[in-house]
């Protein structure tokens, strides 16, 4: 590494040079290096030529380099310095690269470069190079490295070569982009060859056009049944190719297929350019925003439908001539309008050879068959029910038969009748089997495409043979196995773990039976990092057989082992809270129990007292003085303080456990709050405070514990006593508000401080701590108002200014 020390004059103080002044890493490193310790020299003596080419390779923002001087010493900018890599300061090569020897520092690449340098220096010629591959050691390891570069001589003040200025930008990215392109380019045109391949096996007609209706590709079903050769529509428009078509039906929803990104289903009767085809068709919205079809010849079977409605005249000759079987059936529906049978009404001679029940006619399906799916009475039903006709293929188990039938309602929605036109297709089951796992196929080998230019949020991989050998694998799988190589080799030489786990069985299993294998959160052990150990993972996945053969199977699914373990977590969670629950409860049963006993046992010493100075009031033992007799109002005066205390503790700590019964009745809200004030108006005369009249209407009703509403009104009541001054008023007024009755009392007392209105609900809270007094209680009395307020579904709120009053507000439930 070249010297570093920093130039220090001997008075201390450190010399600048102008040169480095500026913003940027590598200015501060240049002002901070030695460069007198190099064959440069200070750098206040370098020559004009040198500095100025230093200056313009600092202030480029182009990464740029300079090797400079007999031994090549480098200088570079900070757009050169991601070139260099990162890491630690062994491995990193900044900022081991300023200020060294350039053969001394690029021993990795000189052999390479060296030769060009030297070109430079010797002729004074530039020179250029494209996506030069130079391989360089940075960040730790030999890295694959790609640059776009000029070497320019770099003159001193006499004119002589002294060095090399390079301009560079690294195109390492753009050139492994281009070699990806290549590759993913090749792996289109065989998944795409491939698909070709799969459809022109499939038995139903195929083509696939663009975004603009263009025809891309036909299969041979198609060409056989349209009679033309395929290079005769490969590149028309679909209106071209059947003129026809153009504004039709068909041609509309296939535009619909491509606007709206969705699939359609219709039948279309094509008329022209030498056709008469009643057509069933299925279309598909493709990944290249265009739209694929699959279509086939009802034309046939649209001759019956029209032959059978025909006429009347003529509808028993065709009912007993044709070779489908057809049934007239009446639904049958229980008392909630569900269907629950049908009874068969009509049958043609075919009806017995197509589903092999005789003598139909007068009976019930469930007499005939009596373990017949209920599907069958539901899609009857609901052609009966709607009018809407329905074609499926559909198989029954107790009849041994599959069937392609058409359903349709005759007559009125009353009737209840359905007429079914249907054909025994057990024999060539096999081949629609056939078609189904080819279009599987087509599915896989679609999937395979869009995976190309697109990674899945699931893992997939692609398996071939029976070792099988890893032939394709996305980043999913990746992340799920640890990053580890895998294509190419098989699961076991792979993934050694798996052993003994049944996932080659099961491989084994799909490509015999040639069925797919569903999962569902099934444990596997996974070593997630090279050398680690195993660990437990939960996946969904499919193994998914490819009719090929080659004997492909394609793995697909999802890593689900945070939902499991959240899953089991909450389980868990919910375990512990249902054992917190029934302690909970036994610790209020305790409580409870506990209130009972010190109901009791608090109140009869102090009942005990009270009747005791009662007796000594009354001269029981002996006269009683004056003062004696004011010393006893006192101790009464305290006795019942206590008690009113201690009953406001014991009813609060009910409503904590729960224990206190509510009876919840149409209250008389004007009766209440008379009562109310009939109980506080004393405590308000005596201390010289005005009660307003009350203002309820006698007719207001609220639903309510009477009892309840009425402790809750006294203790608003006695709290505005409490709080008001000698001359003040108390006003108490009740409405109507749409579905609830508000209840306010309004006092002109002391007030609440605003940043004390969020606490008075509390328990043990006193509105006023500032004030003594020996009536201010155990602050429980608006705790408990509000807890009884809301048991009763109500609400208690206050609005207070302070030194001007006070306004509680009871909201509760009104009677409509």
Not at 563 to 582: P, Y
């Amino acid at each position: 590494m070249g010297p570093t020390r920093l130039d220090i004059h001997a008075d201390g103080a450190r010399q600048t040079d102008p040169l480095f002044d500026g913003p940027g890493e590598m200015r501060a490193l240049c002002r901070a290096y030695d460069w007198s310790a190099t064959p440069l020299g200070d750098s206040l003596k370098w020559p004009v030529s040198l500095r100025t080419t230093v200056g313009i390779v600092l202030g480029s923002l182009n990464p740029m380099f300079l090797w400079y001087g007999p031994e090549l010493t480098q200088i570079y900018n900070d757009a050169y310095r991601p070139s260099l890599g990162g890491g630690s300061v062994e491995e990193s090569r900044h900022p081991r690269a300023l200020g060294s020897a350039g053969a001394e520092f690029w021993t990795d690449i000189w052999e390479a470069i060296g030769p060009q340098i030297e070109q430079v220096l010797s002729t004074g010629a530039a020179t250029w190079h494209e996506d030069q591959y130079l391989p360089i050691e940075r960040n730790g390891r030999l890295e694959d490295v790609w640059w776009t570069y000029s070497y320019s001589p770099a003159f001193d003040d006499a004119g002589e070569v002294s060095g090399v200025l390079v301009v560079c930008q690294e195109t390492t990215k753009r050139v492994q982009s281009e070699v990806e392109r290549e590759r993913l380019l090749e792996d289109v045109a065989r998944a795409k060859q491939r698909a070709e391949t799969i459809l022109d096996q499939v038995a139903d007609e195929h083509m696939t056009m663009d975004r603009e209706m263009r025809i891309l590709t036909v299969n041979r079903a198609a060409l056989q049944a349209l009679g033309k050769p395929r290079e005769s529509l490969v590149g028309l428009t679909h209106g071209e190719a059947f003129p026809a078509s153009v504004g039709s039906a068909v041609e509309r929803q296939y535009q619909r297929v491509i606007a709206e990104r969705t699939e359609v289903h219709i039948t279309h009767h094509y008329l022209g350019d030498g056709y008469d085809r009643h057509l069933e068709i299925d279309a598909y919205p493709t990944l290249e925003d265009g739209v694929a079809v699959f279509w086939r010849d009802i034309s046939d079977r649209k001759k019956a439908e029209a032959a059978l409605r025909e006429s009347e005249s003529r509808y028993h000759a065709l009912f007993e001539s044709i070779d489908e079987g057809l049934c007239i059936i009446e639904v049958m529906f229980d008392e909630q309008d569900r269907p629950v049978d049908y009874r068969f009404l009509q049958t043609n001679p075919a009806f017995e050879i197509q589903t092999g029940l005789v003598n139909a006619i007068g009976r019930t399906a469930r007499e005939m068959v009596p373990d017949l799916e209920q599907h069958w009475f539901e899609i009857y039903g609901s052609v009966a029910s709607t009018g809407e006709t329905v074609r499926l293929e559909q198989g029954s188990e107790p009849m041994g038969r599959w069937f392609d039938l058409n359903a349709f309602r005759i007559g009125t929605p009353e009737d209840r009748r359905v007429a079914i036109l249907f054909k025994d297709v057990s024999a060539t089951r096999s081949a629609a089997l056939e078609r189904e796992k080819l279009l599987r196929a087509l599915d896989v080998e679609r999937s395979r495409l869009f995976e190309v230019f697109q990674q899945s949020p699931t893992f997939l991989a692609v398996l071939r043979g029976p070792d099988h050998v890893f032939e394709l694998v996305n980043e999913a799988y990746n992340g799920l196995t640890g990053h580890r190589p895998l294509v190419g080799k098989s699961l076991l030489d792979a993934m050694p773990e798996i052993e003994g786990q049944g996932f080659t069985e099961l491989l084994d299993h799909v490509l015999a039976s040639r069925e797919p294998f569903v999962g569902r959160e099934l444990p596997v052990l996974l070593a997630r990092t090279p050398g680690a150990e195993p660990e437990e993972r939960f996946i969904d996945f499919v193994y998914l057989p490819l009719e090929d053969d080659e004997q492909v199977v394609v793995a697909h699914g999802h890593d689900v082992t945070e939902q499991v373990r959240s899953r089991r977590e909450i389980e868990r969670l919910l375990k512990e809270s249902e054992s917190a629950r029934a302690e909970a409860e036994a610790a209020n049963r305790v409580k409870a129990q506990f209130l009972t006993n010190m109901s009791h046992e608090l109140r009869t010493p102090l009942n005990a007292i009270a009747g005791y100075t009662q007796l000594l009031q009354m001269a029981v033992r002996g006269p009683v003085t004056d003062e004696q007799q004011e010393f006893l109002e006192r101790i009464q005066q305290s006795q019942q303080h206590l008690l009113g205390l201690i009953n406001e503790v014991l009813n609060f700590a009910k409503l904590e456990t729960g224990s206190v019964h509510f009876d919840m009745t149409d209250v008389s809200v004007h009766s209440v709050l008379s009562e109310a004030e009939a109980m506080v108006a004393p405590q308000a005369q005596s201390r010289g405070i005005t009660f307003h009249p009350l203002a309820c209407d006698e007719s207001l009703r609220a639903r309510a514990d009477a009892e309840k509403l009425r402790q809750v009104m006294v203790n608003l009541l006695s709290n505005a006593v409490k709080f008001t001054e000698a001359g003040g008023s108390i006003t108490v007024n009740a409405r109507a508000d749409g579905d609830a009755v508000r209840i306010s009392v309004t006092d002109t007392g002391i007030g609440i401080p605003e940043e004390r209105l969020d606490d008075i609900f509390d328990p043990f809270v006193q509105v006023r701590s500032d004030l003594k007094r020996p009536y201010e209680g155990t602050g429980l009395g608006l705790a408990i108002s509000r807890e009884l307020a809301r048991a009763m579904g109500g609400e208690l709120r206050v609005e207070s200014r302070l030194g001007i009053g006070s306004t509680f507000t009871l909201v509760l439930g009104g009677i409509t």
